[in-house]
């Protein structure tokens, strides 16, 4: 028993009183059959009787601890891996002795063929598929051999019949409780793949308010912009006008009034056309009445028709509208990165791609000039649109700006921007 002992793991507790109850049963019960049909033996008939018993009550309870075992997982009615090593031999010395057990009492008496019979569903509990055929084999040999004096005389039909239809049962009985097994897998697995669910629908919750985010950061951003414009332009200009009107209510003479004057209507020219630029800046032009493509195509037409050169124009993927603010934020890098190549390029070829991806806008501008050199950098350009105010208006919507170029390798601007639905009722940003 000390081999035995040095098993671990035990079967869930249901299993193993159902288990103990049948083995038990069945023996009591073929053992009542002896006693009912003819009696007990006598002499040493009835001492090979006992002694068989007594084996068979103290090695059926091993066999619930084996099959835990053999499981790995604490389950035990469920279809045994391979064996490896020690639990294999000991797997398979337990069903020796326990074939052994049932063909020696079946020997004895042929009312023990239901007894004889629980080694054929232990066969599937203890080995693999091909394991258990060889077992129930071998069982089924070793039952014959003990019943052949008896075959025609002693077996009673009703002992075979118990012989036939418990170990029907208890297969049923198995069957059942492997299908109970499965439900329960099937229960976790749809309670899994519901909380799946949740965390996508949760994740896509988190995305669209991130990109909600991203839409007011942008509006945030061209309100500071507008605002740094009133005052670097026309709160100036306005300051100016009053100053200028001020000293031309001191002055004596016509001519220094005039003189005056002259320099308000300056400062209110200035200021207007301040104030245009401005308000072009939110929108231009060519977004008002046309999708971001058209706007594009258009504005790569009037370069090509100001400097000689045919942008290549491509659009990729389904052009859906997007938010206000985004398509502006892509038309000004698209102009910013042609009015870079007019004036310092030197290119003969310009590539413009607008790629429309699942939750990103890209925007490409290629062209084969002689790339930025190391000391100009990325100092903005005329009105405020250099490549460092691109960033920032990029970076407004939650996007990335990349720059790629070297000294007579040409320059490459990427922006890639999240692909934000216009909304309708939406305002301009």
Same mark, same amino acid.
């Given at each position: 028993?000390? =081999?035995?002992?040095? #098993?671990?793991? $035990?079967?869930? +507790?249901?299993? $193993? /009183?159902v288990h103990l109850a049948w083995v038990y049963g069945t023996l009591a019960l073929s053992s009542s059959l002896v /006693?009912?049909?003819?009696? /007990?033996? &006598?002499? *040493?008939? #009835?001492?090979?009787? #006992?002694?068989?018993?007594?084996? !068979?009550v103290l090695w059926l309870p091993w066999l619930p601890d084996l099959v835990a075992e053999n499981r790995r997982d604490g389950r035990f009615w469920i279809p045994a891996e391979r064996q490896t090593g020690r639990r294999r031999w000991l797997a398979i010395g337990y069903y020796a002795v326990l074939v052994a057990i049932g063909g020696s009492l079946l020997a004895v008496d042929p009312q023990y063929a239901a007894f004889a019979s629980v080694a054929y569903p232990s066969a599937?509990? @203890?080995?693999? !598929?091909?394991g258990a055929m060889v077992g129930v084999g071998v069982t089924a040999v070793v039952n014959l051999a003990a019943q052949t004096d008896w075959l025609t005389e002693h077996v009673q039909p009703y002992s075979?019949?118990?012989? @036939?239809?418990?170990?029907?049962a208890f297969g049923g009985w198995v069957i059942g409780r492997e299908s109970e097994r499965r439900r329960a897998m099937v229960t976790e697995l749809t309670a899994a793949n519901a909380a799946l669910r949740? *965390?996508? &629908?949760?994740? !896509?919750?988190l995305h669209a308010q991130l990109l909600t985010q991203a839409r007011e950061a942008g509006v945030r951003e061209e309100r500071q912009r507008m605002a740094r414009e009133i005052h670097d332009t026309l709160a100036q200009g306005l300051t100016g006008i009053i100053t200028q009107l001020n000293a031309a209510d001191r002055v004596p003479g016509e001519a220094e009034r005039r003189e005056h004057l002259d320099r308000v209507r300056t400062l209110a020219a200035d200021s207007l056309a301040e104030a245009r630029r401005s308000v072009r800046a939110l929108r231009p032009e060519a977004l008002t009445d046309s999708p971001l493509p058209e706007a594009l195509a258009e504005l790569t037409a009037k370069w090509a028709a100001a400097n000689g050169i045919t942008p290549e124009l491509a659009v990729t993927g389904d052009p859906d509208r997007l938010a206000t603010g985004v398509e502006v934020v892509l038309f000004r890098v698209a102009q910013e990165a042609l009015t870079? =190549?007019?004036?310092h390029a030197k290119a003969s070829r310009v590539g413009v791609t607008l790629?429309?991806? %699942? %939750? =990103? =806008?890209l925007l490409d501008v290629v062209d084969d000039g002689v790339?930025?050199?190391? $000391? *100009?950098?990325? +100092?903005?350009g005329v009105e405020g649109y250099g490549l460092g105010v691109m960033r920032q208006r990029v970076r407004g919507v939650g996007g990335t700006l990349e720059i790629e170029s070297g000294p007579g390798q040409g320059t490459a601007v990427a922006a890639a921007v999240p692909a934000i639905p216009f909304e309708a009722g939406e305002g301009e940003a």
């Open positions: 028993m000390g =081999v035995i002992q040095e #098993l671990h793991g $035990r079967p869930d +507790a249901p299993a $193993r /009183w /006693w009912v049909t003819g009696g /007990w033996p &006598a002499g *040493t008939e #009835l001492t090979v009787l #006992l002694v068989l018993l007594g084996l !068979a599937f509990l @203890l080995f693999p !598929a091909r075979a019949l118990l012989g @036939l239809l418990l170990p029907l949740e *965390t996508m &629908a949760e994740n !896509a919750g870079n =190549v007019a004036k790629s429309y991806e %699942d %939750d =990103v =806008v790339g930025i050199q190391p $000391r *100009t950098g990325c +100092a903005p």
